[in-house]
């Protein structure tokens, strides 16, 4: 059994930076991606950003475009999920996510994603 804890939202303005975190609990295994993505009312999930644990390959969504970054603090088995220069459309409930690899890929597609954090909520004013 696997549980992940998101926390770090908050409410910023404009411009400003958040850092996201997400705590893991339980035995994941050795072949594993873990994703962060988004959801705001009306809209549809988007993946932000993923990272494998074969290779340690890196995965962000277009709309990102080197704001953010993904990381992994393995003392603390933590992620993070750094974010600057915020606008009012990163506005979102952002989850964590664990994709266990197998033959589809995991990448950012939300589906193949089997373990999901509670959410967190980010709100950028203008």
């Known amino acids: 059994q696997v549980q992940l804890v998101d926390s770090g939202g908050g409410s910023v303005q404009t411009g400003g930076s958040l850092t996201l975190s997400c705590r893991i609990s339980?035995?994941?295994?050795?072949?594993?991606?873990m994703g962060w993505f988004r959801q705001a009312p009306g809209k549809e999930r988007e993946g932000v950003a993923a990272?494998?644990?074969?290779?340690?390959?890196?995965y962000y969504g277009d709309f990102v475009k080197g704001r953010f970054t993904f990381s992994r603090d393995i003392a603390e088995n933590t992620l993070r999920l750094r974010m600057s220069s915020l606008k009012p459309d990163d506005t979102a409930m952002y989850y964590c996510a664990l994709c266990v690899i197998g033959p589809r890929p995991c990448l950012l597609n939300s589906a193949q994603y089997t373990t999901w954090g509670q959410g967190t909520q980010v709100t950028v004013s203008s």
């Open positions: 339980g035995q994941i295994g050795s072949g594993y991606v």
């Open positions: 990272r494998s644990s074969v290779g340690g390959m890196l």
